[in-house]
């Protein structure tokens, strides 16, 4: 039974192509945050309405490769429009300055390479550095930097939400 589980959960996950194992395609979303604040001296709050992995990019054309900024991320929030900075648990959350790195027609923040403690579930080396999070605040932007122009890039597996079906006496629990 054990060796069945472990069959189905491995192909799940990968495929084999030409006797190889390749991770299956993950797919990226650019997501609008549902609420931008304006803290003042070039600092901004961003909600992203839900935590999903992954990084920041933008899309302006005043800004030059190699600036930097600051930024923090995080799945929860300390206090009204505050990214938590040190939470507790295995909520996560990072903060730190950041060179921007244009790629194709948008900027990318290039985040560095965690290392996850115990507890964690550390991401594949061959996915680019992601983080979980909500949150983001940026600083040290230009007076002219267009804020509407970051995006949360999500990192995520497709699925097909019609491929099973789940059903349980509780109506609370088959709303998931």
């Known amino acids: 039974m054990r060796q069945l589980i472990f069959l ?3 192909s799940l996950f990968f495929t084999s ?6 991770l299956k395609k993950l797919t990226e979303t650019k ?3 549902i609420c931008i604040v304006d803290k003042g001296n070039g600092t901004y709050f961003l909600d ?3 935590a999903a992995f992954g990084t920041l990019v933008f899309q302006d054309s005043l800004v030059t490769t190699g600036s930097e900024i600051y930024v923090t991320l995080s799945e929860s929030i300390s206090d009204v429009n505050t990214p938590e900075v040190h939470p507790k648990g295995t909520i996560r959350s990072w903060q730190g300055k950041l060179k921007l790195r244009r790629f194709n027609d948008y900027y990318i923040l290039d985040l560095p390479k965690f290392s996850y403690p115990q507890g964690f579930v550390p991401v594949p080396h061959d996915i680019k550095n992601i983080l979980p ?3 983001c605040q940026l600083s040290g932007l230009a007076k002219d930097f267009d804020i509407n122009s970051v995006r949360q890039l999500a990192i995520w597996y497709p699925f097909n939400d019609n491929a ?5 006496s509780s109506d609370n629990l088959n709303k998931i």
Request: with cysteine; hydrophobic share 30%.
């Open 8 to 10: 189905c959960f491995f």
């Open 17 to 22: 192509i030409s006797g190889q194992l390749t």
């Open 31 to 33: 997501i609008s945050p």
């Open 48 to 50: 992203f309405g839900k």
């Open 133 to 135: 999070y909500r949150y």
């Open 164 to 168: 099973s079906r789940f059903s349980s």
